[in-house]
């Protein structure tokens, strides 16, 4: 229906090994009105691929960062220059099918109450994706690889960190698919394919640029869970992730963001309910971890 349809954003940083796919596949989206690709300053063709795709298909604008102010900050701004009621964060390695975001924007009309066949007309559609009067989702789809291994992102609870001192197996944040729910419930779905309604994006400030790579996404999902909102994935939505293209280049950077990303969100929710000890054994923990995770990462980049 008119007025329904879906912002597809990007946020591309030496992503040429997949950006071409996953632009192709976005043209050929159904419900797709807007794609906005924001390139963080790549230094391989990326640019050049998002420009051709651009001189080819008017729905596609990109913003040229002359630096890198990360993940979050790049969301924005392709939410900013965007006007479609629903957002679609989309990673360059993610690779939708052709129903994919439509297929997750039905799953959205049902959590909120439109039913299968969407709103009654546009005023309802407005009030309730755009002022955000109404039931609110954001929604992920089930990950997997090239092989069709299940990426544990898709599915997680949320980070405990004190827990996590008491059980080391806490700290897998990953939940097993509930294959008899078409849509499961969960703590929080992956940024690299998430669905959501512009009005609860702005509502709750969109996604918090204190963050340069990774959490972000737990964040965002842990706010709009605070602010009324069902956070699911859509188990029969599969999308294929070709995972760490833009992290290859810069494994260490990217685990430094990555921990720094954790320690941020503890202090963000769960700091101040613990005390000084605690909050000394989650931060040993977060940083104790990060040169084994910077080794193995700098080796699988060596390796590939």
Not at 78 to 93: E, I, M, Q, R, Y
Not at 124 to 141: F, N, S, T
């Amino acid at each position: 229906m008119s007025g329904a349809g879906i912002a597809a954003i990007v946020v591309s940083y030496d992503s040429e090994e997949t950006l071409d796919d996953c632009l192709s596949r976005l043209r050929a989206a159904q419900e797709v009105e807007e794609i906005r690709v924001v390139d963080n300053a790549s230094r391989d063709g990326s640019l050049d691929i998002v420009q051709r795709h651009a001189l080819a298909d008017p729905r596609l604008r990109f913003i040229a960062n002359p630096d890198n102010p990360g993940f979050a900050v790049a969301c924005n701004q392709g939410t900013a220059a965007s006007t479609a009621p629903w957002l679609a964060f989309v990673n360059p390695d993610c690779l939708v099918e052709a129903d994919s975001l439509a297929r997750l924007r039905t799953h959205a009309h049902r959590a909120i109450g439109f039913g299968e066949d969407g709103p009654r007309d546009v005023t309802e559609y407005v009030d309730v994706a755009v002022h955000g009067q109404g039931g609110d989702v954001v929604l992920g789809a089930d990950l997997v690889d090239e092989d069709g291994l299940h990426d544990a992102a898709a599915r997680r609870r949320d980070p405990e960190f004190a827990a996590m001192l008491r059980d080391p197996a806490r700290r897998q944040l990953g939940i097993a698919m509930d294959p008899s729910q078409p849509l499961q419930a969960v703590d929080a779905v992956s940024g690299a394919l998430m669905l959501m309604p512009r009005g609860l994006f702005e509502r709750i400030g969109g996604f918090d640029e204190g963050y340069r790579l990774h959490a972000e996404d737990l964040d965002l999902c842990r706010r709009a869970r605070g602010a009324g909102a069902t956070v699911g994935c859509a188990n029969d939505v599969q999308v294929v992730h070709v995972r760490g293209v833009s992290s290859r280049s810069r494994p260490l950077f990217v685990e430094w963001h990555k921990h720094r990303g954790f320690w941020r969100y503890y202090r963000r929710f769960d700091a101040a309910r613990d005390g000084a000890f605690v909050r000394a054994g989650v931060f040993a923990m977060i940083w104790m971890r990060f040169p084994l995770a910077a080794l193995r990462a700098a080796t699988r980049s060596l390796r590939g």
